[in-house]
């Protein structure tokens, strides 16, 4: 191990001597990156977060309780997140060119990357919600509040640590589906360290990509634990 | 102000039906604090909640200043709830507001107008002693802190009654005895109407006016809590009321023999006396109008909210004739006499 570390080590600075272009493009294949998938955790939040929200209130003997509802939701959602990335990604070809027009780049990604992640969404926001204390939903109705109220005045405040810690999850696991995408033209880290690492064999650029992810996925968790923690303390 | 009638709830769970109310009938008057008392499972919770419908009811009536809630459609009943605090025995505060927004809560509900709103935040945080917790999160409070928000955002909306589901429940006695007395100050200066729901015998001792007790799902037990503490008609009854004063009878007083050494017939009675007959020299006079002596064998005072109530056990002795006359002198005098050994 230490050995192809050293050995690749040794080898870089001859190797951006040769290969100028490198650092340029790694740069634009992480902004890509970045992009694609902040793009597809906000939409699928917008449609997420909803979803999740009458996930729950519409279980048994909450809020909004609809038996018909909460079924039909449901199983669509463990439908979707049944059906592996790579699948799901082939699958929706059409309608990603319907919507983008192509299904190839990072802005056609956005569609399968989003429309994956809404299901994902939806669980993670129903698990943090599950967790409010019945009594807390109780006394709100026992003020008079409205189903609205108490989804935007205690459900949503309530469980704002650990939806934080949830958007900190779908941006991580959205920049691994990000990399899958990439290696069937989606753009981004993922297409780089296909075409230059896996098909043309440049180590460096695979280990370079690799870095770049590890580095992204760190921020990403820092700054969710981050802010969980700071709206926990202020709590506790 | 409030009037239930044959108020019936059963639970359906899997498997079987629970019949947690069984035709309650209850009556409370505006502005007294009126206390339900029953052991755990007796159907306490399930009466409260279903007064603001929290619960709905299998059957019955209930009626809050003449209205029929329960045929209330959704918006009736919420304008209604805004009008009927709630207090409850885990305080159920958002931990994510402060103490203040937490107060706020109902009046954003209500959409009172945001500076009418702080006003009346800021006034209740003094009225209830937490004027200094204004921006601390509850987490910070300790459970009579809590309890003392609870009760300001309960009041917030200016209800015309305030329900208290085991309200003291999770506090230690010194902090229970803190809260009652500010409910009471409540109920004195806004002429609030309280109902609460307790199994424990002080609260309705220290606070309440009237008492309702309830067990397996029915009432079998209303009146003034002086009657009820004075003169228990129901085993339930009697033995709450045992947990707060010492009606036991030590078994050597009840094997005593029953005629003393000289052959006098004795008779052992209990005598409780409520307020004012607690100064006049009865005993005295038993002695001296009667030829009856009586031997204090066991006795105290408390207080039943501000009314000061006694009990003595007494060992009358005396000719037979004339302990008959004694007691039913005691009994003339206003005070309940309940014989304990003839
Ligand atoms: N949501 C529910 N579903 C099914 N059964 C219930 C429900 N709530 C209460 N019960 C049952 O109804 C009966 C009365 O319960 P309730 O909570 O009213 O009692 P309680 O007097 O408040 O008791 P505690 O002092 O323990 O709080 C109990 O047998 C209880 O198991
Ligand atoms: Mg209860």
Redesign the interface.
């Known amino acids: 191990m230490t050995e192809i570390i050293s050995g690749l080590l040794a080898g870089l600075p001859a190797f951006f001597e040769t290969n100028a272009w490198v650092p340029e493009s790694v740069a634009i294949a992480t902004w890509e990156t970045i992009y694609m998938v902040a793009f597809s955790t906000g939409i699928s939040y917008v449609f997420g977060l909803p979803l999740g929200v009458i996930l729950v209130t519409t279980d048994e003997g909450h809020i909004l309780a609809n038996k018909g509802v909460n079924q039909i939701l449901g199983s669509i959602v463990n439908m979707v997140r049944s059906i592996p990335f790579i699948i799901f990604l082939i699958l929706i070809i059409p309608l990603t060119r319907l919507i983008v027009g192509t299904p190839i780049g990072t802005i056609a990604s956005i569609v399968p990357l989003t429309l994956a992640a809404i299901p994902f969404v939806a669980r993670l926001v129903e698990t943090a919600l599950k967790e409010i ?1 019945r ?2 939903i ?9 189903a609205w ?1 108490i989804i935007a ?2 459900l949503i ?2 469980a ?1 640590p650990s939806l934080i810690l949830g958007v900190a999850i779908t941006t991580i696991n959205l920049v691994g589906y990000s990399a899958m995408a990439g290696i069937v033209g989606g753009g981004g880290l993922g297409t780089l360290a296909y075409y230059y690492g896996y098909q043309r064999y440049e180590d460096v650029i695979m280990w370079v990509t690799v870095v770049v992810l590890i580095l992204l996925v760190q921020g990403v968790q820092m700054l969710g634990d981050g802010l969980a923690a700071r709206i926990a303390s ?3 | 102000m409030i009037e239930i009638k044959d108020l019936t709830k059963i639970y359906h769970v899997p498997g079987q039906e629970i019949l947690a109310l069984d035709n309650v009938s209850l009556c409370v008057k505006k502005g007294e604090i009126f206390g339900i008392i029953g052991l755990s499972g007796a159907g306490k919770s399930t009466l409260i909640r279903c007064i603001n419908m929290l619960e709905k009811p299998t059957a019955g009536s209930i009626l809050i200043d003449g209205q029929e809630i329960t045929t209330f459609n959704n918006k009736q009943l919420r304008l209604a709830r805004q009008k009927i605090g709630m207090i409850f025995q885990h305080f159920n505060l958002l931990s994510s507001r402060t103490v203040f927004d937490n107060v706020m809560f109902p009046l954003e509900i209500a959409k009172v107008p945001r500076g009418e709103a702080g006003k009346r935040v800021t006034g209740l945080l003094e009225l209830v002693g937490l004027a200094d917790k204004t921006k601390v999160y509850p987490a910070q409070l300790s459970g009579g802190q809590k309890q003392r928000v609870g009760i300001a955002r309960a009041l917030a909306n200016h209800p015309k009654l305030l329900l208290c589901d085991e309200a003291t429940s999770a506090l230690d006695p010194q902090t229970t005895r803190s809260i009652l007395e500010l409910l009471k100050d409540i109920n004195h200066q806004l002429n609030l109407t309280i109902l609460l729901i307790t199994h424990d015998m002080n609260v309705i001792r220290q606070i309440c006016d009237r008492v309702a007790v309830i067990d397996n799902s029915r009432i079998v037990e209303a009146g003034d809590v002086l009657d009820v503490f004075s003169n228990p008609q129901t085993p339930t009854a009697r033995s709450f009321i045992s947990t707060v004063i010492n009606r036991e009878i030590p078994a050597e007083l009840l094997h005593r023999p029953e005629t003393d050494n000289n052959g006098a017939a004795t008779k052992l009675i209990r005598v409780s006396f409520i307020g004012a007959s607690a100064g006049e020299p009865v005993i005295s006079s038993l002695v001296q109008k009667y030829a009856v002596h009586a031997n204090i064998l066991y006795g105290n005072i408390d207080r039943v909210k501000d009314t000061p109530f006694g009990n003595l056990t007494l060992e009358l002795i005396g000719e037979s004739a004339k302990l008959d006359a004694g007691i039913d002198y005691l009994q003339s005098r206003g005070l309940n006499i309940e014989v304990l050994k003839a």
């Open positions: 204390d009594g807390l109780e006394a709100a109705q026992s003020m008079g509040a409205s109220d005045k205690v405040p309530e704002k202020k709590r506790r």
